[in-house]
């Protein structure tokens, strides 16, 4: 059996231990009986005598005080390798447990395998622990920023229209329905994307020929895209596909919609096709295109660029988050590059076929 760590170090310190014990008994009555012979003989017991002299017993009693206090030495000097960094982690421990998440421990001696993972192991978890209070704050301060808005207005309005401010047919209904459809898009996308997380994402796989779903997807939004200067093109691939076609079409278009808000008024292109194994689904714009920092944080939940369109847009942030969730819960990815035209290129891929 190989030794390693912690387990290495207490078998050697203890063969150290025995060892030296022995180098000290044997050197330690050489040396005695060398300072004996050379001046008194009479130190040494007689052959035919086994009781100890007195200078003997003095002697041994030395030697076994020293060797206490050399094990002591050495059994203190061990136990502080080991309880160092045992005693880091439950400071740490204790710091974390009273609120403070920035708390690490301190590994020390990296040499004691056990320990150090120990260590490694807590600092990742108090890492996490802090990313996660991090990343909940943030959120709810987000959520309430995107229910602020269509709140607000819903309220001033029905406020107003019991006050008598307003009269019934004089309010924009229309309007207070889009307020509506906003909010129930906010929840369903915190829904899917609270879902992801917890590994709670139930899909309903089956074989299915996407490009119906997608047609459907993109007659829907047709008159706002055309609303916003855009021109939809279809290149649907016929072939079945494993996936839950809901969640899909839910996909397609959070990614028309992403477009309709944030793309120049232009040529859009929405294509599939099954290459290696994998179905993939590509939305190319004219522009203008994402850094390649925010390309690849692009699908952050609440992670928007700082361009005054993205900022004068109603978008929750969100939309491109779910389609990241739904491609990783089909056992794919999402990704975004810059497309031929000089915008963006959004790809979403997963196995043709189902996974386990």
């Known amino acids: 059996m190989r030794l390693t760590g912690l387990n290495r170090q207490i078998v050697l310190s203890m063969s150290v231990l025995i060892v030296s014990s022995t180098l000290l008994g044997w050197l330690g009555w050489w040396v005695f009986f060398a300072i004996a012979i050379q001046f008194d003989p009479a130190m040494i017991s007689a ?4 009781s100890p ?39 740490s421990v204790r710091k974390v447990a009273h609120g403070d ?22 600092n990742s978890m108090a890492e996490r622990l802090e990313r996660g209070a991090r990343e909940s704050r943030t ?41 509506v459809e906003g909010l129930g898009r906010l929840i369903e996308d915190l829904r899917t994307l609270s879902l992801a997380d ?12 996407l490009s119906r779903e997608m047609a459907d997807v993109a007659a829907v939004l047709a008159p706002e895209l055309a609303a ?25 278009l959070a990614l028309l919609d992403n477009a309709r808000r944030y793309a120049d008024p232009g040529l859009l292109a929405l294509a599939t096709r099954v290459d290696g194994g994998d179905y993939i689904l590509t939305l190319d714009d004219t522009g203008p295109g994402l850094p390649d920092e925010l390309a690849r944080q692009v699908f952050d939940a609440f992670r928007r660029g700082g361009s005054e369109r993205v900022l004068a847009s109603n978008g929750s942030g969100l939309g491109l988050a779910v389609v990241d969730a739904i491609a990783r819960a089909h056992g794919g990815s999402a990704s975004c590059t810059h497309s031929a035209a000089g915008g963006s290129r959004f790809t979403v891929a997963w196995p043709a076929k189902p996974v386990a």
């Open 139 to 179: 959120w709810n301060a987000a959520i309430a920023h995107e229910l602020r808005t269509p709140v607000t207005i819903l309220r001033g309005t029905l406020q107003g229209v019991v006050d008598g401010v307003f009269r019934p047919e004089e309010v924009e209904f229309r309007a207070l329905l889009s307020q």
């Open 101 to 122: 998440l920035a708390a690490r421990a301190v590994a020390g001696d990296r040499t004691l395998g056990e320990t150090a993972m120990l260590v490694d192991d807590f």
């Open 53 to 91: 002299t007195t200078a003997e017993w003095l002697w041994m009693l030395g030697l076994t005080v020293f060797g206490l206090l050399l094990a002591a030495y050495l059994a203190v000097k061990l136990a502080a390798r080991i309880l160092t960094p045992i005693n880091s982690v439950m400071d």
């Open 228 to 252: 916003a200067g855009l021109q939809l093109r279809l290149d649907l691939c016929g072939q079945p596909v494993s996936c839950d076609p809901a969640r899909i079409a839910q996909v397609v």
């Open 198 to 209: 917890g590994g709670q994402m139930q899909l309903r796989l089956e074989s299915t020929d």
């Open 47 to 50: 052959p035919d005598d086994w």
